[in-house]
């Protein structure tokens, strides 16, 4: 199982879709603690952008490597953050992450009752990610 | 390439900083209010990580330009060395400063306070000068 989790957050920082996948993360036992998760990556992310050795400019977080797992940040032009942990052997996450942000374009984004920054609950964008993911090796 | 390490004791104050390559970029990018931002992000990377997985910390982050290596012992010390894209994990590294260099000349000098204010200790400096230096990843 290559992917093991999935975070969507909107370009204010919040939280808009998480799903697990497998069991090789810790489940929190706290819905909240998965927001203030979100939170603090958002603004690591923008920290990330701020402290470069370089003086050049730079993208926010890519990727972050764990001993177990790495987490991935897809940030599109819109704000929108696609986060995606996986395994240290996963290869291709960027088309993953991609791919995943297609999904919603067609089944979240395409859905006239969703309305922008709410949290997704959308079935058939539910139905075409664990589709998707299932492929994914 | 590698740019920078900094060392934090475990009130969060930099304790240690030393840049290579200066002249090379146009001017070091990082200064004191950096330091505080830096400690910032691994503090919250590492809670992450720590919400996520078993593990204690996480190991690097990259974003498109460097790259930063994390380590942290088990009293609260935290190491953190900015690199370029092209560098494997320096995490044994970063281990090997506090083992052999903190450790030895920082720790066991008799005249070091039990809390470290800044280092200003001329072997433990050259000791991280010589071993950055013979990294195959350095120039």
Redesign the interface.
Known sequence: MGVL?IFILSKAGGLIYHKDFGFG??K?NNSN?YLV?AG??H??HA???????????????????????T?HCLQTLTGLKFVV?TDNNQSNVSVVSSTIYEIYSDYVMKNPFYTLDMPIRCHKFDRALNQYISTVE | MIYSLYIFDRHSDCIFRREWHKDSGKKAGINDDMSKLIFGICLSLRNIARNLTDSDSFLTYSTSQYKTHYYETPSNLKLVLFTDLLTVSLVNELRQIYETLYVEYVVKNPLQTTEVKTIDNIMFSMGVDALIQSLPGYA
């Open positions: 989790s993360l810790k929190l603690d998760i603090t990556f603004s690591v920290l990330t952008t701020r402290v470069n050795p370089l003086n050049t400019h730079s993208s926010g977080l890519l990727t972050m490597e764990m001993e177990t797992c987490l942990v």
